[in-house]
Structures are given as C-alpha cells and as structure tokens.
C-alpha cells in the first residue's frame, strides 16, 4: 500500500470532514477506525436483546450544530430536518405543559407570563449567532479577539458576560420569572457539559445551543435515517474523493521520532507512515498514544484542567408503544420533539437542578435528575422497528464517574428503577410498556466509544474557540481535531476543517522549503 500523505486516526464527523477536505485539495489520506463503522459518537445501533430489530442512537442523539458556511464548503447534502416541534417540557398537570418551536425562541409562545423578556433574550441571542457567522468556521482565537473582531460593539459585554458567566446570570439579565422556563432552558442547553445553572462558563453552553436551535444551525435537526445516515453521508462523499478507509483498525501507538510525528503503531505491530497524523481523539487519549513525555508541561496542564469528576449517563428503553404523557395524552407532536422531564415541580424546578448537579459533583447518583428524552423512531419513522416497537434515549446530563462508596455494577438496577419511575410520574403506564432496557453509564460510555471517562463532548462547553485545543500540538507533524478543539464540541466538523487548514499549509511549506534547498 501506498504511504498516504495523512493518516486520520479516528472516523468521527470532526475526522470525515478532515478527511473530506484534505483529499479534495490534493493529498492522499487514509483514514483508520477501530471500530467496523466509521461515525464515532454519532450511531445507529441496536442494542436491545429483547428488541433485537430495533434501532436506536446510543451516542450522541442530537447531530449538533452545522454552520451553514461549513455545509456550503463540505458541499454535502447531509440528511437533516428541522425538528418541530423542537422541544416538549410536561408537567405532571393535565393541561400544562411548554410545546415550543421550531427553534428556542417558541417557548415565548409556550409561557406567554415571559413573553417579553424571551423575545428580549432571543433577540440577543439571534444577533449574536448572526455576527459569529463567520468566527464559528475561522481558525480559533481567543474570546477577547472574536469580541473585537466579530461582535458589533453595543453587544460585546454582552457576550463576554455571556460566553464568561454563568448561565444564571445571563437569563436574570432579562427577568424570566417562569422556574419552569428557566430550568427549561438550563436543562436544554447544559446537557453533555458537566456544568450547572451557576458554574462560570455556562453561559457559553447557552451560545451554542442558541445556535444549533436556530435555522441556520439546521433547527435542531432530525437525522433522516437515523444518526449514521450522517456520517455515512460524509464518508461516501470522502470515498468518492478518493479517502481511504481502514475500518477495525485499532491504533496503539502514535510514531515519534526525533520531535515530530511520522506514523502510527497498529494493534497487529504494524508502522503506517505519513507525512503528517491528524487524530480526532479525545485529550486525554491523544497523550496516551503520543506518551507524555512528547507533550509540553503547559499542553498537559491545559488538559488537566479539564478533567471532571462526572459526565452523562444515558438509559435506553425500548417501548411496546409511545408512553403518553398526562398533560397531553392527545397526540399533538410531542413525541417528535425533545422532551424535558424536570422534577421539583414547577416552583422547585431549578433548584432540583442544583441539587442533582451537587449529587453528582460529590460522587452520588442522582435519583431525582432531570432527563433529557428523545424518541428516535417517532421523529423519524424510516428506522422504525418493523415488530412495531419504540425506542427512546433519556440522557441524564450529570453522574459521578465513580460512585462514592459503591459502584456502577452496584447501582444500576436502582438508578434504571428510578428514571422510569421518573418517566412513570409524567406518563403514567410507560412502565408496563417497557420491553427492554439499557444503561450506559460513564464507564459504558468509555470502553464503548473509547472516549476518556465517557465524556461524549470530551471538553466542556463551557470553553469555546481559542479557549479550546487549537489544531497543531507541540509536536510536529500532528494535529488534532476532535471533539476538544475549536470552537466547540456542539459545532459540527469545523474542527475538521481547521486541522485540515493547518495540515495543508505546513505540508505546502514543507514542500516550498525542499524544493528551494531549506533544511532545518
């Protein structure tokens, strides 16, 4: 086989978009997955052995946002509709619930109490998202130079308030009195960060999910065909290109000599050469296959620092029928959209917030959490279960990796128990409807998707841009762009397309540099 100019270990969206754009100005390029399909977090599977025929998202089961400038450049149709409605928050009330979109700003509509303040703080938000149209597909700087640069200037101490506060803050600036809508909100935005309504930084969370909601990040889209018809859609197009790809390729080792990187050690013993190795791992894994030692103090700090002592858990069931919720058992869209399950009541929904954030932040499984809920088959009904069953993926945004006197093994029929009971107190029934279960806990998460400590965004999104990893390491040669990296783990293959930017330019100046007689 041919020595490609770029090895790319790691066949996430953040990698296929790399690949797509490396290949099509030029360079060969090889692209190597241990698993026997490419799309990283973004999965179709079926994980139920009681429902073995149906499908469901065990990773990511929101695609995030798309830049329409990043679409414009992938020249990709990717298989996206706008979800409407876009959001479900139920009470246990009969008759009182938010059903709001397309796009965040429906829940002015939802809670007429708050109309004015949303429209106020939607409009922000909206003008916002418009002046970082351009910074979000821009090589990442820091959140100083973007105010400067981008942000029109009676909006710039907005949004350094904003993307350097805490969400909390930021809502307050606009007098939202609703608990619900304010814990909605919360809710909706932080899940996949292990932040909560007053950690510094949330408010960046707000930001991005403010701009994936909107029309131009693709309304909240519904994967049409389920979430690997997305990275499939990339991976033909990287074919087509001429990408090669080396799926059930497991790489142990990045190759290091002198100070660059010059290949990759496979699990079989093999060395693959090239003149340059772009990883879309996370951080931490990125340092395991280059070995520290390769790393500055500084970088290794940098990534330290991100470490966190919880992440997500998500809990699949698989359905006889749709569970019907008491506050809206008529059928109206609900099950299209995603759902927001608050406990606390309407008054106390915020501070249940805080307090599962505390459970989890001191080593305890929240048992009442708030739960994020979609129900694949019902937005999308082409990967439907032909025995007529249905999915849902409830992700509950904040568990402690390591239980604190006890274990995962330990816990996991008692915390399955109480999210259904949970789920059973807005729909009563779903509990007898239930055909199976699964629960993919931070340590699931980890050894199923190879991501460190099951952290699905590997880096919070409580830093955005230059904040983030940038696309060079200090080794040359290698780069990165996964998940950690500008501008944020929710925007969607940009961090591709900036590790491909720098691999172009230095590989071109490498090149002008021999052919000139330059050695260093």
């Not at 030692?293 to 029928?321: M, N």
């Not at 780069?479 to 501008?487: E, F, K, S």
Request: include cysteine; charged fraction near 20%.
């Amino acid at each position: 086989m041919q020595q490609p100019d770029v090895l790319i270990v790691g066949g996430g969206l953040n990698g296929l978009a790399c690949a797509l754009f490396l290949c099509r100005s030029g360079l060969t390029v090889q692209v190597l997955d241990d698993k026997q399909i490419v799309g990283g977090i973004h999965r179709t599977e079926f994980p139920f052995a009681k429902a073995p025929r149906l499908p469901t998202f065990t990773g990511a089961h929101r695609v995030g946002f798309v830049p329409g400038a990043l679409a414009a450049q992938l020249g990709v149709t990717l298989p996206l509709a706008p979800r409407d409605p876009a959001l479900f928050v139920p009470t246990t009330t009969p008759g009182r619930y938010l059903l709001a979109g397309p796009g965040a700003a429906g829940l002015r509509a939802a809670d007429p109490s708050d109309a004015d303040a949303l429209d106020a703080m939607h409009a922000e938000l909206d003008a916002l998202v418009s002046d970082l149209a351009t910074a979000w597909i821009a090589a990442p700087v820091s959140i100083e130079e973007i105010r400067e640069r981008w942000i029109r200037p009676e909006l710039r101490d907005a949004f350094t308030g904003l993307v350097r506060g805490t969400f909390a803050e930021y809502v307050a600036r606009f007098n939202v009195q609703s608990g619900l809508v304010k814990a909605a909100l919360a809710a909706d935005s932080l899940g996949g960060s292990f932040a909560s309504w007053d950690t510094p930084g949330s408010g960046a969370s707000l930001l991005v999910r403010h701009a994936a909601a909107s029309p131009a990040g693709g309304g909240d889209a519904i994967p049409l065909g389920g979430m690997a018809a997305v990275a499939r859609a990339l991976g033909d197009a990287g074919k087509a290109a001429g990408v090669r790809f080396a799926t059930g390729t497991a790489v142990t080792q990045i190759l290091v000599e002198g100070n660059a990187a010059t290949g990759v050690v496979l699990e079989d013993g093999r060395i693959l050469r090239a003149n340059a190795v772009v990883t879309s791992a996370d951080p931490w894994r990125l340092r395991a296959l280059v070995g520290p030692s390769h790393l500055s103090a500084e970088y290794t700090r940098r990534i330290d620092a991100w470490v966190r002592p919880g992440g997500i858990a998500k809990l699949l069931v698989a359905f006889a029928e749709l569970p019907r919720f008491a506050c809206l058992p008529e059928e109206n869209g609900q099950h299209r959209a995603t759902t927001l399950l608050l406990p606390g009541g309407e008054d106390d929904a915020v501070r249940a917030l805080g307090r599962a954030f505390a459970d989890a932040n001191a080593g305890r499984i929240p048992i009442e959490t708030p739960i994020e809920l979609v129900f694949p088959n019902a937005a999308d009904p082409s990967i439907r279960d032909p025995d007529g069953r249905e999915s849902a993926s409830l992700l509950v945004p904040w568990v402690p990796y390591d239980v604190a006197g006890s274990t995962w093994t330990s816990e996991e029929e008692r915390f399955t128990s109480a999210l259904l009971d949970t789920l059973e107190s807005f729909a009563p029934g779903a509990r007898a409807s239930v055909v199976d279960t699964v629960l993919l806990h931070p340590k699931k998460l980890e050894t199923h998707f190879g991501v460190t400590r099951g952290h699905l965004h590997h880096v919070d999104d409580t830093a955005l841009f230059g904040d983030r990893l940038p696309p060079t390491t200090p080794l040359s040669g290698l780069y990165t762009c996964g998940r950690g990296c500008g501008p944020a783990a929710g925007v969607v293959g940009v961090a591709g397309l900036n590790a491909a930017r720098r691999v172009i330019a230095d590989l071109e100046l490498a090149l002008e540099r021999t052919e000139v007689g330059i050695h260093e």
